[in-house]
């Protein structure tokens, strides 16, 4: 059974960095794209970077320059988050289109998310 965990969450103050990570684990026969996704209370979920089998990254207007997405070859994705202000306090969520071992299709998943909260 194919899971998302998401680490790395916690406070922090602004100006500072925190790093998330998703590892993906299962039965994988392979991941396209991955992304990250935020949640704040009392707002939509929100795509905050996205990144393609082949490192193809985008994100949001808000988080450019100071965001990085990336993967490895071990079925992880991370979000490198520098610069931190207040306003990006929310959960961050874990999506990947994931293959299943044998399989054909590319289904979502999403990790159960990590509180990042930065203090003014």
């Known amino acids: 059974q194919v899971q998302l965990v998401e680490s790395g969450g916690g406070l922090v103050q602004a100006g500072g960095s925190l790093r998330l990570s998703c590892a993906a684990s299962?039965?994988?026969?392979?991941?396209?794209?991955m992304g990250w996704y935020r949640q704040a209370p009392g707002n939509q979920r929100e795509l905050v970077a996205s990144i393609t089998s082949g490192s193809s990254t985008n994100y949001a207007a808000s988080v450019k320059g100071r965001f990085t997405i990336s993967r490895d070859n071990a079925k992880n994705t991370y979000l490198q988050m520098n610069s931190l202000k207040p306003e990006d306090t929310a959960v961050y969520y874990c999506?990947?289109?994931?293959?299943?071992?044998?399989?054909?299709?590319?289904?979502?998943?999403w990790g159960q998310g990590t509180q990042v909260t930065v203090s003014s």
């Open positions: 999506n990947a289109k994931i293959r299943d071992s044998g399989g054909y299709f590319y289904n979502n998943y």
């Open positions: 299962g039965s994988i026969s392979g991941i396209n794209a």
